[in-house]
């Protein structure tokens, strides 16, 4: 037989098991101490003179004071103590015998019920964690929904179980943003396709085509390409930012804000939004790409949802060692419940956020902003528009 084949037969080793197994093994050696001290109490209780010892030798004294020192009467006295000590040591010993009998039988009876009290407790005291086992094992992705709701006293079981709740309830925030990121992202990427696929079939249905006409139903094709080539993207780093780093480096957030005021400087012109930089020092420690996508989004949406006349103020500092950017633009009023929905996915908010990019520029700033463990605070400006502030932890080194 193999050691698989003998391991099979023997019960399982479980937790329930091996409680028993410790209770009942630690009331056996408290037990059998107990009784090892007892025994050598009543054993050096046993040792001190008897009654009868006493009571012979106090006779002899009497009786050798009184009568002289008669070889007869020495030899009596010394056969009655030697016959009062053979009794006393049968009398020992067989109250010793009694007492290591008794209390042995004590003993295992008490064994096999502390085993079987055990059992019983460890069964108790584990109810709460086979409940949750049971659970997690009934639990799928379409069920996450479910919740133990464990009762009872405030112990460690208790915050086991409030702890797998409150993951479960994280878990089904997960897979619902996840689902409702899919969706989002399935119907953005159809447009595109569908619209590609209509004017491939409008140029091939066309009876007589030309060159202008092919051309132009490729330089629309291109576009719907590109679309879906910056959607893609858009895709991409936001879920790199929702991957967190793996490394961080030191680099200037004061001059990744002026490169970025450089480069959306022209839409800026073209939409008639002035940008007002104030580039202080700031040096944050993270990913230089990933927070140059950051400041780029930032502009970009504080330039597109914005007035004409308006305008724009990046500024960038530090503050008890932490980098700071704060992005401030005017435009439309926005209520403040509305400021937490732009950070999500594919939101856009009344006609002025409609038709316009793919409502992924501030997630994006979201989760790059959270893979760098910094603290984002949006807040809706009084006369319109929004302010976003930005704090980065401390970097410990100089940047690049």
């Given amino acids: 037989m193999t050691d698989r084949t003998l391991r099979a037969g023997l019960p399982r080793r479980t937790v329930r098991l091996r409680l028993t197994a410790w209770y009942g093994g630690l009331f056996l050696a408290s037990g059998a101490a107990l009784l090892a001290l007892t025994y050598g109490l009543v054993a050096g209780a046993l040792d001190r003179p008897t009654v009868l010892e006493r009571a012979v030798t106090t006779n002899a004294d009497s009786v050798d004071g009184a009568a002289g020192d008669g070889a007869a009467l020495d030899a009596e006295i010394g056969d009655l103590r030697e016959e009062a000590q053979r009794i006393a040591d049968r009398q020992k010993t067989a109250v010793l015998r ?47 929904h479910r919740r133990l709701a464990l009762d009872g006293p405030q112990d460690e079981l208790r915050e086991l179980g ?48 030309t060159v202008d006409t092919l051309r132009a139903a ?45 480069a959306c400087g022209a839409e800026a012109a073209e939409r008639q939004v002035t940008l007002r930089p104030s580039t202080g020092p700031a040096a944050p420690s993270g990913h230089r790409a990933l927070a140059e996508r950051l400041v780029i989004n930032l502009l970009d949406n504080a330039i597109r949802y914005n ?28 209520a403040p419940e509305d400021v937490e929905r732009i950070f999500m996915p594919f939101q856009r908010l009344g006609t002025a956020r409609t038709a316009r990019g793919f ?42």
């Fill in 359 to 400: 409502g992924l520029g501030l997630s994006i700033v979201s989760a790059v902003a959270a893979a760098h463990d910094a603290d984002l605070t949006a807040a809706p400006r009084p006369g319109g528009g929004l302010r976003i502030a930005i704090v980065f932890p401390a970097a410990p080194t100089k940047p690049r």
């Fill in 98 to 144: 009694t007492l290591l009998v008794q209390s042995g039988i004590a003993l295992g009876s008490m064994s096999v019920i502390s085993v079987l009290l055990g059992w019983l407790v460890a069964g108790r005291v584990l109810h709460p964690l086979r409940t949750i086992t049971a659970t997690a094992r009934d639990i799928s992705a379409t069920s996450l």
């Fill in 162 to 209: 409030d702890t797998f709740d409150a993951l479960l309830a994280r878990l089904d925030d997960a897979f619902h943003a996840q689902r409702q990121f899919v969706a989002n992202a399935s119907h953005e990427l159809r447009t595109p396709l569908s619209r590609q696929r209509v004017l491939g079939q409008v140029a091939l249905a066309d009876p007589e085509p």
């Fill in 307 to 334: 007035t004409p006349g308006g305008h724009v103020d990046i500024r960038t500092s530090t503050r008890d060692g932490r980098a700071v950017l704060e992005v401030a633009n005017t435009g439309p009023d926005l």
């Fill in 218 to 262: 490729h330089e629309r094709i291109l576009v719907a390409g590109e679309q879906q080539e910056r959607l893609i993207d858009a895709l991409l780093t936001l879920a790199r930012g929702h991957a967190g780093l793996d490394e961080r480096r030191p680099f200037d957030l004061a001059r990744i804000a002026r490169e970025a005021v450089v």
